[in-house]
């Protein structure tokens, strides 16, 4: 068995895929903390041959993690932010600054759909950007939901937005303190994403498919306007790619990937984006 690790700053997600057949055997996620301990927050390691890693946790989290499982595990591999990597070369001017979440996405997002714009709708939401032909052009973060739902301190952290809300609904004037609130985190977020898709795709002139992850990726998809594809394993085809241990991973296939989505029309972006500066 080989056992990914996605350890965000909320949560640490894992799961266990089949060596040989390739299938997803079993998932799971704990809040992410200093101390991981094996069989209860994540599976016994007597069946895992090799872990694979993304973190942006603390360093802390990272060195006790792998310190933990090196002695138990054969294979640890811990991925990095690099200058440039299965075609695509990094846009930060510090390149190993990049949080390797996002680098896991484009890495990904790049060998499904070649240029792409990846959204990871976390703790924070990121917004990356890569050109067919492999050029990682940086991106955007701002606060996610649940961040932005605490920063305004008015006691409704813990109400989430119902993931399968309608958009059209989360969308409309709340008539209570939750709602007014969900639904302007809702508005801000979905705009924000929106908005950068519209204005880099105009900047270089190229329309690009959208693949959505992270924790609310579900629920901003709903107000996601252009065609996309929600890739709850987005950063997992990362490490996938990065290390490939299979043989359909060497192949270049990545679990769970979606269809990828065929982006709008350029003039069509554009028509968008001249309608909402007259707002
Ligand atoms: N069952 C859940 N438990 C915790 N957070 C959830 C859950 N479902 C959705 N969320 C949302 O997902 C976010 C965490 O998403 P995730 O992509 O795991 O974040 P990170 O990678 O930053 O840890 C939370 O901030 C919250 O808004
Ligand atoms: C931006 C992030 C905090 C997002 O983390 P997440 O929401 O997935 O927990 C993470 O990618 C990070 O720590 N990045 C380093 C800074 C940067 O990417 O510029
Ligand atoms: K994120």
Redesign the pocket.
Known sequence: MILDL?I????S?WRLKDADSSEIRSRG?VW?REEWRPGADIPDLDVVEAVRISS?ARQAVLAQTVALLQNRVGGVHVARSRPEALGVTNGYREPERLGV?RWMGVLAGYQLAGGCCSV?????ITVDFVLPGGRHLGGYILP????MKESLKLGTRNV?ID?DSEADELLAPGTRTVEAVNHGIYMAAVSAVNRIYSEVCDRENVPLPVLLT???ARVVSRGIQVPHAVWPDMVYGGLEASFPLTAAERAGRMAGAPLVPRPVSLEKIRAGLAFSMLL
């Open positions: 996605d965000g700053n909320t949560l997600k996620a992410t942006v979440d990871d709708c976390g703790s924070a996610g939901l649940r961040l989430a993931p992270g924790g609310d």
